[in-house]
């Protein structure tokens, strides 16, 4: 049974509360000292992986509509985006204000000079950008053939943010590199159009 737009509609809705709730969790436990001695640290991971799981929800849509044979399903794909940057947006706001301070803002070129996992992490926060000005349909239309070559950065975020991630953790813990892998899964399960592109 496919499903209607509709039943899309009400699918939005609870997307949008998936990815908003956590905000509401991440203020509230802030606020309550629920984080380790260092929160900072623990706002900025919280906010890159959640950054991370709608990157993979946002890799997820193609596969699901064709596979699922549920073509609706694709018009959840732009919200989901749209969401994996606001959570990039803010895990780089978290490391700005936090991590250097508001007086220290100059220092930010400084260290995504010296610190090249950070480099990584912002080349793909401006890739993300680049998809979020334009994913509007006006913009679509603009450009023509040229917004599908542009949004398929999307699949080199998919290998650079992984990448930042692992980089960035001092020690080796499973959680990075489940990322990595599952990364890695959605971007073989496009095989096909990457070999298209070879020849």
Same mark, same amino acid.
């Given at each position: 049974? *496919?499903? @209607?737009? &509709?039943? %899309?509609?009400?699918?939005? =809705?609870?997307?949008?509360?998936?990815?908003?709730?956590?905000?509401?969790?991440?203020?509230?436990?802030?606020?309550?000292?629920?984080?380790?001695?260092?929160?900072?640290?623990?706002?900025? /991971?919280?906010?890159?992986?959640?950054?991370? &799981?709608?990157?993979?929800? @946002?890799?997820?849509?193609?596969?699901?509509? *064709?596979?699922?044979?549920?073509? +609706? #399903?694709?018009? @959840?794909?732009?919200?989901?985006?749209?969401?994996?940057?606001?959570?990039?947006?803010? /895990?780089?706001?978290?490391? @700005?204000?936090?991590?250097?301070?508001?007086?220290?803002?100059?220092? #930010?070129?400084?260290?995504?000079?010296?610190?090249?996992?950070?480099?990584?992490?912002? %080349?793909?926060?401006? !890739?993300?950008?680049?998809?979020? =000005?334009?994913?509007?349909?006006?913009?679509?239309?603009? !450009?023509? *053939?040229?917004?599908?070559?542009?949004?398929?950065?999307?699949?080199?975020?998919?290998?650079?943010?992984? %990448?930042?991630? +692992?980089?960035? =953790?001092?020690?080796?813990?499973?959680?990075?590199?489940?990322?990595? #892998? #599952?990364?890695?899964?959605?971007?073989?399960?496009?095989?096909?159009?990457?070999?298209?592109?070879?020849?």
């Amino acid at each position: 049974m *496919r499903l @209607t737009a &509709k039943q %899309i509609v009400w699918l939005k =809705v609870v997307l949008h509360l998936a990815a908003f709730l956590p905000l509401v969790w991440l203020v509230w436990a802030a606020s309550q000292g629920y984080f380790s001695a260092d929160p900072a640290k623990d706002i900025q /991971h919280f906010t890159g992986r959640m950054a991370l &799981k709608l990157l993979l929800a @946002t890799l997820l849509v193609s596969p699901l509509t *064709r596979y699922a044979k549920q073509p +609706l #399903l694709i018009r @959840t794909r732009r919200l989901l985006g749209l969401w994996c940057f606001a959570w990039a947006s803010l /895990h780089l706001t978290s490391y @700005t204000l936090l991590e250097l301070g508001i007086n220290n803002l100059a220092l #930010l070129g400084q260290e995504l000079v010296s610190r090249p996992y950070l480099t990584l992490g912002a %080349i793909s926060w401006l !890739l993300l950008l680049a998809l979020a =000005v334009t994913s509007p349909q006006i913009m679509q239309r603009k !450009l023509g *053939r040229r917004w599908q070559k542009l949004h398929n950065g999307i699949y080199l975020v998919a290998i650079l943010a992984p %990448i930042h991630y +692992l980089w960035s =953790v001092k020690i080796l813990s499973p959680q990075p590199v489940i990322y990595a #892998l #599952l990364a890695l899964l959605l971007l073989a399960w496009r095989y096909k159009k990457f070999r298209q592109w070879l020849r």
